[in-house]
């Protein structure tokens, strides 16, 4: 079973409009209200409400005077966002995306529909009393549909990404390169592919889309609260985000794609360890850069042509290793780019050096499980007690995609 993907553009009338921002509201009202309530019971009692006990929250919720309006909302929906919300929750513990955040009715707005949706030639079907919603579909969605998300941009457009699986067996790729990838804030990614270093940076574009970005808001700051003009000028940053949104988004795709064409093994550190090892600046610069949105996209495009996505999970000093002679040196400085190693007098560049140390371990890790018949090319150090975690599958539902396949 191979699951797809496809992200197509919806026209729904002003009547449906009207459905669709009610249930969006819900949808966004009960996310905030149950990822409060998650958070406090954390405080309290150390640990958070899982599906069924958040789900479990609803009925009363329904039959409170204040909350009645929630039992007009079609009820999957909710119970998709108590989904979603225990995914993310999920996500952040093992180190693949930041702590859930509260949704604003100013941001992107979205609700998911997990069953009774049904593709048609030039409309897609959604239940709840919203219907046949006008669609422009480019290729035909050939699979069962398990999930249809409608999500409406700040700017105003409405978009339907379609999770479908198709039958047929997963291949499984043992032929082509094994990369390990540095992600880095002096370069996006640098890639060790055993015999050559390869550094990508943000492209130039993306600089000068962020740079307007900042200029508009500032711009809107200064705005009067409730003025016209203020109004006028949320939609024009609205805008920019989008196509700033658009062009990493453009970016990571072209990125990930590239590396796992020819590659059978993509090694990465966890992203969550690599943080919180490092400084505060890091931390920010994970979220900035898309580095969890860039791991998911490879971890999707590896897994459909079955390859892998290996991630060490656990700290490893990929700075602080010597790849010729493994020796460790007990500092490195995030400024500093380049050293000699004292004990073989290799000189290294920072970025590389991590690079091949990281393909190095995920090779190891890779053999250690026995699943990849030719992961040859590089040395493998015998060491024990580290744990670490191959990610065959993932499908993240909330990212904004574009088709796939
Ligand atoms: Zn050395």
């Known amino acids: 079973m191979q699951r797809k993907v496809v992200k197509i553009r919806i026209y729904p009338t002003v009547e449906q409009q009207h459905k669709l921002a009610q249930a969006f509201g819900c949808a966004r009202w009960w996310w905030n209200y149950a990822l409060n309530k998650s958070v406090e019971t954390y405080r309290e009692t150390g640990k958070g409400l899982g599906q069924s006990a958040l789900n479990a929250l609803l009925p ?21 966002a108590t989904l979603n919300l225990t995914t993310a929750y999920k996500n952040f513990f093992e180190g693949r995306a930041g702590f859930p955040k509260f949704k604003s009715k100013k941001g992107k707005q979205s609700v998911q529909y997990p069953q009774n949706v049904a593709s048609l030639e030039n409309a897609i079907k959604i239940p709840g009393g919203i219907g046949e919603i006008k669609a422009s579909i480019h290729r035909p969605i050939d699979g069962k549909i398990k999930t249809v998300t409608l999500s409406k941009t700040p700017s105003g457009k409405y978009f339907a990404s379609v999770l479908f699986e198709i039958e047929g067996e997963t291949p499984k790729t043992t032929e082509g390169k094994i990369y390990g990838i540095d992600l ?23 600089a000068k889309h962020e740079k307007n970005l900042k200029r508009k808001q500032r711009k809107l700051y200064r705005k009067k609260d409730g003025s016209k003009t203020r109004e006028r000028y949320r939609k024009l940053v609205a805008k920019v985000h989008e196509r700033v949104a658009n062009a990493r988004q453009d970016f990571l795709h072209k990125l990930s794609y590239k590396l796992s064409s020819d590659s059978q093994a993509v090694i990465v550190e966890n992203l969550h360890v690599k943080g919180m090892v490092q400084n505060h600046n890091l931390a920010k610069a994970i979220s900035d850069c898309g580095w969890g949105t860039f791991v998911n996209f490879l971890a999707y495009k590896l897994e459909r042509k079955g390859a892998k996505l290996v991630e060490i999970d656990r700290w490893f000093p990929s700075s602080k290793l010597c790849s010729n002679c493994y020796h460790q040196v007990s500092e490195m400085p995030l400024d500093v780019r380049e050293w000699i190693c004292p004990n073989c007098g290799t000189k290294h560049d920072r970025d590389g050096n991590a690079a ?9 890790i890779i053999k250690a499980d026995g699943t990849a018949a030719s992961a040859s090319g590089g040395e ?5 007690g580290r744990k670490s975690v191959l990610r065959h599958s993932l499908v993240k539902l909330e990212a904004p995609t574009i088709p796939l396949g």
Do not use: M
């Open 356 to 364: 091949t140390n990281i393909r190095e371990e995920g090779i190891r």
């Open 60 to 80: 009363a919720l329904k039959k409170s005077e204040e909350t009645k309006w929630l039992g007009d909302c079609y009820s999957q929906v909710l119970q998709a």
């Open 184 to 206: 880095g804030v002096k370069h996006f990614a640098v890639v060790s592919d055993g015999a050559k270093i390869s550094k990508y940076d943000n492209p130039k574009h993306l």
């Open 380 to 384: 493998v150090r015998p060491k024990t």
